[in-house]
């Protein structure tokens, strides 16, 4: 079973506007990751945010947190055609296996 | 410095067959991971392996066999392939555990895939 789930499945954004994808999982977690995966590569990591943190800063990127919902969110500002992408959040759940759990992703596109 | 490599990058394959897939990663990690990705899917772990000799079963392990004989190398094998077994496949690395403070510890790094068709 899927332990994160993206929202929505699909996203289509105009240049210079804002991308937001939201995630939701199902257990406790360490960690929440977000990956990024250009059409036929492989994952990319962005930005990893722990459990006792709610908010976090990386570049245009921003992750928030909310364990209480077990939800998380992306927002990419002043999106790029560049930003064009699938986009994962995966989950570090608290079992000591540091294996992710991965959800079924956001594709993103950004038109110039 | 090439990172994470896997090979083949395509294979076509018949029911039956069996077919191993190559990773290596040059980082010296210890924890290696094979994850299969299919539409609506998302990513889905096979196996992974904390260190040489050291493996266990994710999510969806029937049909597949992992050997770690060495930390930079991590095979996966599909001992009699299946049309079911059709996906891309994913092998990625991440550090060791227990550097202090060091959220990079859990990142994992990503080679480019294996796109596997069986006929």
């Known amino acids: 079973s899927q332990q994160g789930e993206e929202d929505p499945q699909a996203l289509s954004i105009q240049e210079g506007e804002n991308a937001t994808m939201n995630c939701s999982y199902k257990?406790?977690?360490?960690?929440l990751q977000w990956y990024r995966q250009n059409s036929g590569r492989g994952l990319v990591h962005l930005i990893l945010i722990r459990s006792n943190e709610r908010e976090k800063h990386s570049g245009r990127l921003r992750v928030t947190l909310d364990t209480s919902k077990k939800s998380s969110s992306l927002l990419i500002t002043a999106s790029r055609a560049a930003d064009t992408a699938s986009y994962f959040c995966a989950t570090d759940a608290r079992t000591g296996r540091r294996a992710l759990t991965f959800g079924s992703g956001t594709r993103l596109q950004v038109q110039p | 410095d090439a990172g994470i490599t896997q090979s083949p990058r395509y294979k076509i394959t018949e029911t039956g067959r069996q077919v191993t897939l190559m990773c290596h990663q040059t980082w010296s990690h210890s924890y290696m991971f094979w994850y299969r990705q299919d539409l609506g899917h998302g990513l889905r772990l096979i196996y992974y392996?904390?260190?040489?000799?050291?493996?266990d079963k994710g999510e969806v392990p029937d049909g597949y066999v992992v050997s770690r004989s060495k930390t930079e190398n991590f095979p996966l094998t599909l001992e009699s392939a299946t049309r079911s077994q059709t996906s891309v496949y994913f092998c990625a690395s991440s550090n060791s555990p227990g550097l202090a403070g060091a959220t990079s510890s859990y990142e994992q790094y990503f080679g480019p895939g294996t796109r596997l068709t069986v006929t």
């Open positions: 257990t406790s977690i360490n960690n």
């Open positions: 392996s904390a260190a040489a000799d050291i493996t």
